[in-house]
């Protein structure tokens, strides 16, 4: 099983985080051992010092492939969440600034959270689909997913054209403005349209 992420691909978040609006995908991957299971409890890592939630939209892959058109990319996945990509964004900046890759920041054990998954029907994939985290209760995230720059089918294409897609595989589609810290006692609750998906509490 891999773990895709999309970086910017929401306008107002490249915007909060100073970037440029890419021409391509931005695409990271975090491995099987990123991935929080059910009932772990989720512990601030301890080489960070500045720790954030990116509340995302997530995919599950429900058929292998490789090349996949962009017109026919809407039958390789079938299930919907919501997850949170977790960043040493400390790591982050100074990473970036070297240029180097950026795993130490987003790839670590447990940084992949995803609530429970939703079968997806032609009336999700119609219309725009709103999502929200919500910090100790307070909204700090809302999202819609008619304002990604790069659709749902447009980047299973494209990842597609570089990695096989197997079923199981997963796929965050980037986070929307809003982004921000949390500390040790913060409890995170992520929402589908009024749906609450999954509620982490940082330990
Ligand atoms: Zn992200």
């Not at 304002?147 to 199981?168: A, C, P, T, V």
């Not at 500390?183 to 589908?192: M, P, Q, R, T």
Request: hydrophobic fraction near 35%; charged fraction near 25%.
């Amino acid at each position: 099983m891999k773990i895709f992420c999309v970086g910017r691909n929401y306008a107002d978040h490249i915007k909060e985080l100073g970037n440029a609006v890419p021409e391509d995908p931005v695409i990271f991957m975090k491995p099987k051992s990123a991935l929080l299971q059910g009932h772990t409890p989720f512990y601030y890592p301890e080489f960070c010092n500045e720790l954030h939630y990116e509340v995302e939209l997530v995919l599950q892959i429900s058929k292998n492939g490789k090349y996949i058109p962009e017109k026919h990319a809407s039958k390789y996945y079938n299930q919907i969440s919501v997850g949170i990509d977790f960043t040493a964004r400390d790591i982050q900046t100074e990473l970036k600034k070297k240029g180097l890759p950026w795993e130490k920041a987003k790839a670590w054990d447990n940084s992949a959270v995803i609530g429970k998954w939703l079968n997806i029907t032609p009336e999700i994939l119609e219309n725009s689909i709103q999502f929200s985290l919500q910090k100790n209760k307070q909204t700090v995230q809302n999202g819609n997913s008619k304002d990604m720059i790069f659709s749902f089918n447009y980047l299973i294409s494209h990842i597609s054209q570089y990695f096989s897609l197997n079923i199981g595989d997963m796929v965050f589609t980037g986070t929307p403005a809003g982004v921000g810290e949390c500390v040790v006692g913060d409890v995170l609750e992520g929402f589908f349209e009024k749906e609450k998906m999954f509620e982490v509490e940082i330990k």
